[in-house]
């Protein structure tokens, strides 16, 4: 027996955006059944799809992940999900990412802190959604700047946070320094409130069910030099 899920559709919510920007992400909060604004990416924090159970879903019992891509290609943009994911008894903090209808992957989260009852990913979230590379950074990995470093040296135009709630003011000051310090765009959710930093070290936050970040994915790098002690120049004969 099928059971559904608790995924929606939303309206849209005015809100004033930055016309220089040209990649809209838009951060929903609320569960009402309408309409999802227009935009390229479509951010839900963890209230929406709730556990998946990797066993049911193979089964056909449930269908999470489907509606997931449905909703993505009935509103024609990508979708990154916040969820917990469950297999085998092992309980993981994950995200769905979606793309028009085709599901491009689940990521989980890689650092479990201490004694929580979560099983630790292996490996960081990158895709590619309506032509530019969004990493996904979900809740303790937010902690670790080595996740910033490796997915913007992978060429991420763009980030997407997903915390279930915010426990105190550290995350949003860490995605303002790593907007920053690695010249990337951040777009998070945590609980009811939405949140956007951007590369100059401006934030904002909403509070909105709906709200709409439009971002401009650059690669822009800078030469820098240092000196370095060891590593001889000379070329080695035996190697």
Avoid: W
Avoid at 46 to 59: H, P, T
Avoid at 90 to 95: D, E, M, N, Q
Avoid at 166 to 173: A, F, K
Avoid at 184 to 208: H, L, R, W
């Amino acid at each position: 027996m099928r059971t559904k899920s608790n995924l929606k559709r939303f309206s849209h919510i005015s809100v004033k955006i930055n016309k220089m920007y040209n990649m809209v992400f838009c951060v929903l909060t609320d569960q009402r059944e309408e309409e999802l604004p227009q935009c390229d990416v479509a951010v839900f924090g963890f209230g929406i799809l709730g556990e998946v159970d990797y066993e049911r879903e193979l089964k056909g019992e449930t269908e999470k992940f489907e509606d997931a891509a449905r909703l993505s290609k009935s509103s024609n943009c990508g979708l990154v999900c916040g969820c917990r994911t469950i297999s085998r008894g092992l309980v993981r903090k994950s995200a769905s990412v979606a793309d028009r209808g085709k599901l491009l992957g689940i990521s989980d989260m890689n650092h479990v802190l201490d004694d929580e009852d979560y099983k630790s990913g292996a490996s960081l979230g990158l895709y590619k959604i309506n032509g530019c590379k969004v990493g996904v950074c979900i809740e303790n990995d937010l902690l670790f700047p080595d996740t910033f470093k490796s997915l913007t040296a992978c060429g991420c135009g763009a980030v997407v946070v997903l915390m279930e709630e915010l426990r105190d003011n550290i995350p949003p000051m860490l995605i303002r320094a790593y907007s920053y310090l690695y010249g990337v765009p951040i777009i998070m959710t945590a609980g009811k409130t939405a949140y956007f930093a951007d590369i100059t070290g401006a934030i904002a936050t909403s509070n909105q069910n709906a709200t709409l970040f439009e971002v401009s994915p650059q690669n822009r790098y800078r030469v820098v030099t240092s000196r370095l002690r060891g590593v001889a120049s000379d070329s080695k004969i035996d190697y």
